[in-house]
């Protein structure tokens, strides 16, 4: 392995969590009815796919080649909210808000840890610049959260 690629760290866990996102967003919005909380979800997704597409070069010198991958614990809470939608179909748009919600932590965990990291530069404004908009993703669950549990 070249030393150059030893450089960026931990970027590539960022995006196998983002790319489950996007797989849990696209299923949960097809089991919703409420049209503006289905183009938050499309919202949600597309902001994930800008973020990947920034951050995928990273992932080529952390690991020389791009991440494609999934994180499964995203996966896990998929599903989970699959069994408990199953189990209690009067809830299900608060079990899919709460898992992805879920899900929006974890990104920002991830975030988190790689810009603890000794990194790069340009890799550490990339980070910071994709973790601004992960947080405004973030937020915007949390509020839905917060609406849909009353």
Do not use: W
């Not at 189990?87 to 919600?101: F, P, R």
């Not at 000794?118 to 405004?136: E, F, I």
């Amino acid at each position: 392995m070249n030393s150059h690629l030893s450089n960026v760290h931990q970027v590539s866990d960022i995006i196998k969590v983002m790319n489950s996102g996007i797989n849990f967003y696209d299923k949960a919005k097809d089991q919703i009815e409420n049209p503006e909380i289905k183009q938050l979800f499309v919202h949600m997704i597309i902001e994930k796919e800008r973020a990947i597409a920034e951050l995928q070069p990273l992932s080529e010198q952390e690991n020389g080649h791009i991440e494609q991958g999934n994180d499964i614990a995203v996966d896990f809470r998929e599903g989970y909210a699959k069994v408990l939608d199953a189990v209690k179909s009067d809830s299900t748009l608060h079990i899919y808000v709460d898992q992805l919600e879920e899900v929006e932590d974890k990104v920002l965990e991830k975030l988190n840890s790689a810009l603890e990291q000794p990194q790069p530069a340009s890799c550490q404004a990339t980070l910071r610049k994709v973790k601004v908009n992960m947080q405004q993703c973030h937020d915007k669950m949390k509020r839905l959260q917060v609406i849909t549990e009353t």
